[in-house]
């Protein structure tokens, strides 16, 4: 599915115990606007779609729809629905008007999603749809680029299946060599409409991940709750049960 802007199937990645996560069981990537219809067919006989998981707000869902995959549940979960501030478009971060604003902004923007009551019910919506998964289902979640309120979302996956964070990390970071070409393509565009320099720098920085915004979740989660574990448990209400829940079913020798 390389036409699918920033997709990847968190399959293969090994746990602290040397389990692999389940191939075609959590499938990342961006919105699905552009889907066609061969692609969305593929998505079903190949990848067993059950569920997708959208994190956009809803005026970026009514803006740009995903394209409809058979008999696949679609649920749309606001992550930023409560968090304001700047915003968090590409227009938004265009306005911030320099990479050094920018950068501030998205480490700030991860602290502010880890910490915001709505923010945290989506994440655990997210699990409940998650846990009520058909068997040999998988699952598809997005925002609009793939990035962020995804990278958080995958990284609380991992988490649950006592994946290291080295290899969390690396899987975050990927978002970068993924949305290569299509970062180029949108900064072209915004240069040939006369974006200025300091802005298009900006604009760069909006398009990529940095391994400083994760460590900002993980400090946040650190400074808040002392540990991962305590976050899942309190601000995510995902017991022990459901963890191993997860784990015996989306894990593999």
Do not use: W
Request: some cysteine.
């Amino acid at each position: 599915m390389q036409s699918i802007t920033n997709f990847r199937d968190l399959g293969g990645i090994k746990n602290k115990a040397g389990k692999a996560v389940k191939p075609r069981s959590f499938l990342r990537s961006g919105e699905l606007s552009k889907l066609s219809q061969e692609q969305s067919l593929q998505l079903k006989k190949s990848f067993h779609l059950g569920k997708i998981i959208d994190f956009r707000s809803t005026k970026e869902a009514k803006e740009r729809p995903d394209a409809a995959v058979p008999e696949t549940k679609y649920v749309q979960i606001d992550i930023l629905e409560n968090i304001h501030d700047e915003g968090a478009s590409i227009e938004d971060f265009i306005q911030l008007g320099s990479p050094e604003r920018a950068h501030e902004y998205m480490a700030k923007l991860y602290g502010e999603i880890t910490l915001d009551s709505v923010a945290q019910k989506g994440y655990r919506d997210f699990f409940e749809e998650i846990l009520t998964l058909d068997d040999d289902s998988s699952l598809l979640f997005h925002c609009f680029a793939g990035k962020d309120r995804t990278g958080i979302g995958a990284a609380l996956i991992l988490e649950t299946l006592a994946v290291p964070k080295p290899a969390i990390y690396t899987d975050y970071l990927l978002t970068n060599q993924l949305r290569q070409q299509e970062n180029q393509a949108l900064l072209q565009q915004a240069k040939a409409a006369g974006l200025q320099a300091e802005h298009l720098q900006a604009l760069a920085v909006a398009l990529d991940v940095d391994s400083s915004y994760l460590d900002a979740f993980y400090q946040t989660v650190n400074d808040h709750y002392g540990s991962v574990d305590k976050y899942l448990t309190d601000a995510l209400q995902l017991d022990q049960d459901s963890r191993q829940m997860l784990q015996h079913r989306f894990l593999t020798e």
